[in-house]
């Protein structure tokens, strides 16, 4: 039977492998990449569709030149046909190039409000191309919302079982006298991964490797509270 303190050593390892399994499942959550990927799909179907949307907002422009355009002919237009009529200009060659002049105004507004036809046509093309890349996004928004939600759910879940393990953990640490907890931390520091490990029929179980049967018997004849490494990756023996 190992020294307590060793056996709560090994215990200290167990839930720290616990601490480790719960932070990786935290960072690497299916849920995260479920939101990356319609994160990617939404970018995706916006780029799809940049070219549509910049004619779309090219085409309003010219739209709104052509709206001021035909908004200026109907000023012209309404001050000769005021002049045409109020009695300011009597003679007859000039009431006839003012006609004239309104006629010319009337047909350059008709062939810029066929223009305007074209472009709103053109426009309304467009947009049904851009609504339905918008009903793609929503839907990728939606999903986005929902995944964050199951996720923000799921990493409460983990965090409160790492509290309850972190708690545990400080309570056996406490117990444990400060060198022996020094030494397992500093090892964690330098190697990572399991630093303390039982040996078993003189394999360390933390790299499987047999110690030559001297040195088992040498560790053997030891008091059991002596610190002892495991001479090929340097684990505390538990014995
Ligand atoms: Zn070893």
């Known amino acids: 039977m190992a020294a307590p303190g060793f056996e709560?050593?090994?215990k200290t390892q167990e839930l720290d492998t616990r601490l480790?399994?719960?932070?990786?499942?935290?960072?690497?959550?299916?849920?995260?990449q479920k939101?990356?990927?319609?994160?990617?799909?939404?970018?995706?179907?916006?780029?799809?569709?940049?070219?549509?949307?910049?004619?779309?907002?090219?085409?309003?422009?010219?739209?709104?030149?052509?709206?001021?355009?035909?908004?200026?002919l109907d000023a012209k237009r309404a001050v000769i046909e005021t002049r045409l009529y109020d009695g300011s200009v009597t003679?007859?060659?000039?009431?006839?190039?003012m006609q004239e002049e309104s006629k010319h105004l009337a047909e350059r507004k008709n062939a810029l409000e066929d223009s305007e036809l074209e472009i709103m046509e053109r426009v309304e093309a467009l947009q049904a191309v851009l609504d339905t890349a918008q009903a793609e996004i929503d839907g990728d928004d939606e999903l986005i919302a929902?995944?964050?939600?199951?996720?923000?759910?799921?990493?409460a879940t983990l965090d409160s079982e790492s509290s309850v393990v972190?708690?545990?953990?400080?309570?056996?640490?406490?117990?444990?006298?400060s060198d022996l907890?020094?030494?397992?931390?500093?090892?964690?520091?330098?190697?990572?991964?399991?630093?303390?490990?039982?040996?078993?029929?003189?394999?360390?179980?933390?790299?499987?490797l047999n110690l030559s049967a001297?040195?088992?018997?040498?560790?053997?004849?030891?008091?059991?509270?002596?610190l002892v490494h495991c001479d090929q990756c340097g684990a505390i023996l538990v014995r």
Do not use: F, W
């Open 8 to 10: 709560a050593l090994l």
């Open 20 to 32: 480790a399994q719960l932070e990786h499942a935290r960072t690497h959550h299916p849920l995260l």
């Open 35 to 72: 939101i990356a990927a319609a994160r990617g799909h939404a970018l995706e179907v916006a780029a799809r569709v940049q070219d549509e949307r910049e004619e779309r907002h090219s085409l309003e422009r010219d739209q709104k030149r052509l709206d001021d355009e035909v908004a200026m």
């Open 91 to 97: 003679a007859t060659k000039d009431l006839l190039a």
């Open 146 to 155: 929902q995944c964050e939600n199951e996720l923000a759910e799921e990493l």
């Open 166 to 177: 972190e708690t545990e953990r400080a309570a056996i640490v406490a117990e444990l006298p």
């Open 181 to 208: 907890v020094d030494a397992y931390e500093e090892l964690r520091l330098t190697q990572g991964g399991v630093v303390v490990a039982r040996l078993v029929a003189g394999a360390c179980q933390a790299c499987h």
């Open 214 to 226: 001297m040195r088992v018997d040498q560790i053997g004849k030891l008091d059991d509270e002596v």
